[in-house]
């Protein structure tokens, strides 16, 4: 009797084993987050005992205030969000064309004060639009859009010797101050 | 004489063969299983991460530390209070625990990586900045000065 069994067939039944694959896929196709790390990047000065006293002439410096009401003020006068861009790009670029404003691009200075009231919200754009001036003047010295400098690949070297001769020509320099407790 | 010639092809097998199909699955299986990165910790306070158009890439992941910074979460408001307060790991820390945790952090990198450490910050949109001030001020002591406001593309509208 039992060998008249085993002389059946005696594979397993591997059709359902599709199936089981496909859950254990989904399953993993739902948790996986493709990990994407961006972000503005920033280097912060050194410890404050360590630095020294840096004069700059006030016509280098780029001076954007934020207020607790997330009001902006950029070289004194009033200003909406979306202007900081441009107004940033021509104090940048302006290589002592305008006597009050910056020298050269090397020389200039973007300062950023936030209130201890601003909402991160608020000092990300201004952080974002300031970068964004860099950027496009750093692209247009490279002739090439501002999409294409952002895909710029670190690893080709010569896409990487482009950024530094654009990093060179128009180094990042934002201060960032020490946020003030003045309400305002 | 035609028709009779078409019905005689189609009395060729018409099933596709699907013995391959698992294999095939299995195949995009390992894909997701490898490239997954399940979330290390669970977190306790507001994420909604403003958007940023200038972003860039970070390239090694090992070096990046991750603080998150935001109100606590609904059910912890009773626990926490509802200001906003910063979460390393699992837990909270105060302002002047920060220099210890930058000094662990950087403890479990290799030697020659220690000064390239890049602390990540992930904020809610509605914190204030004084306490962005705090912390940036404590990382300098730390001496951990390669940050990073991390963002991402705002959606399209």
């Known amino acids: 009797m039992p060998r008249s069994n085993r002389s059946r067939e005696a594979g397993v039944n591997s059709s359902s084993m599709a199936d089981i694959a496909f859950l254990l896929l989904i399953f993993f196709l739902v948790t996986t987050t493709i ?18 006293e840096i004069k700059l002439k006030d016509k280098n410096i780029f001076k954007v205030l934020i207020n607790s009401k997330d ?3 950029v070289e004194g006068e009033p200003m909406d969000l979306d202007d900081i861009r441009a107004n940033c790009k021509v104090f940048l670029d302006n290589r002592g064309k305008n006597p009050s404003s910056s020298e050269s ?54 896409q990487k010797a482009a950024y530094t001769a654009a990093r060179r020509e128009f180094p990042l320099q934002i201060s960032e101050a020490e946020p003030t407790n003045i309400g305002g | 004489m035609s028709a009779h010639k078409f019905k005689k092809k189609t009395s060729a097998s018409q099933e596709i063969p699907t013995s391959a199909l698992p294999d095939i699955i299995f195949m995009l299986l390992f ?38 910074v935001g109100k606590p979460l609904d059910h912890l408001k009773a626990k926490f209070g509802s200001e906003p307060l910063i979460q390393v790991n699992d837990v909270f820390i105060g302002t002047e625990e920060i220099v210890q945790f930058v000094e662990e952090e950087r403890g479990k990198l290799d030697e020659v990586e220690r000064d390239q450490m890049i602390i990540s910050l992930k904020v809610d949109k509605e914190t204030k900045m004084g306490i ?15 940050l990073n406001y991390s963002s991402r593309l705002p959606l399209a509208d």
């Open chain 2, 132 to 146: 962005i001030g705090d912390i940036k001020q404590q990382l300098r002591e730390a001496n951990a000065r390669l």
């Open chain 1, 71 to 73: 009001q902006l003020l």
């Open chain 1, 35 to 52: 990990a994407s790390d961006k972000g503005i990047p920033m280097v912060l000065p050194p410890k404050s005992d360590q630095q020294d």
């Open chain 2, 31 to 68: 894909f997701f299983m490898v490239t997954t990165v399940m979330r290390e910790n669970t977190l306790k306070v507001e994420q909604r991460i403003p958007p940023a158009t200038q972003l860039k890439k970070i390239e090694r992941k090992s070096l990046v530390t991750y603080m998150y």
């Open chain 1, 105 to 158: 691009p090397q020389k200039a200075v973007v300062s950023i004060k936030a209130d201890r009231g601003t909402t991160y919200e608020v000092y990300l754009e201004v952080l974002d639009e300031v970068t964004a001036a860099y950027n496009e003047l750093r692209a247009e010295y490279l002739g090439i859009t501002l999409e294409q400098y952002l895909q710029l690949d670190m690893k080709v070297p010569k």
